[in-house]
């Protein structure tokens, strides 16, 4: 089969992990419409949304405290660089935005860094990046993390925390995304 | 009492097709604070029709700085054949910059000039358009370098979809 070798030449694809937490995630399906571990490939020209509204929003959130459109990313190219950047920037009238220790009000937005905690009320959203070569797709893909993910939490102290608590529980986890039903308690 | 708009005076010139090239642009454009998007095609909110336009050629975003209570705008180029010329930079595809208060910007033959008025509405801006009968940009001063070069301006490229 020559098909394989003739080929164009796969390119990687930028990719940004987003792990996340709620305290109330588990009692009230507010993620129930995010299909966790599924890695969704979109263009790089998207604006992708997070919020309640969803006829606008790309990814919701089943929450009333959820602005319609909480906040957004978006790729842009660097202009020495031949990576793809994204930004973050805060959609919500009500809520700021904190990114690591950066407070963003509405209509604010930065660079996202590679590796940073934003958070917007109770939740919060580890993001990682990948760098990858294409400039015209990007991959997404969410985890969910059963704890907290703020090193300030003094969650049960005789047992050892990892300082994410997030890469040991990719392996420990099924492959299937995590299922919540709003009546499990 | 409602806040006063933001307002963008955008003049425009091709050199060409004069005011044809800009038949569906309309005096006046209200827009939210999502990104504007302009090119030949039909989901863009300002629509040109010209062959070397592409169907997304570039957006203006609206944003607030740190610490400020104006809107502010981003130009993107949305490209991937043509560029975009902007105050003196050359942007590809998914490159950007902020908007000065005067912008001369240039791309598949249109000379654009884009002037933005102060205002403190959050919810909107408005663009009010005009069709220049004269070059807005020295030609020397936009060197458009994108893959239609060389190419008559007549013909559009072949396959010139994205």
Redesign the interface.
Known sequence: MTSFEDADTEETVTCLQMTVYHPGQLQYGIFQSIRFFNREKLPSSEVVKFGRNSNICHYTFQDKQVSRVQFSLQLFKKFNSSVLSFEIKNMSKKTSLIVDSRELGYLNKMDLPYRCMVRFGEYQFLMEKEDGESLEFFETQFILSPRSLLQENNWPPHRPIPEYGTYSLCFSQSSSPTEMDENES | MEKPLTVLRVSLYHPTLGPSAFANVPPRLQHD???LLLGRGQDAHLQMQLPRLSR?HLSLE?????GSAL?AFCL?A?SRKGCVWVNGLTL?????VPLSTVNRVSFSGIQMLVRVEEGTS?EAFVCYFHVSPSPLIYRSEAEETDEWEGISQEQPPPGSEQ
């Open positions: 604070t999502s990104p997304h609206p944003y607030l700085e740190k809107l993107k949305l590809r595809y998914l490159e950007q959050l």
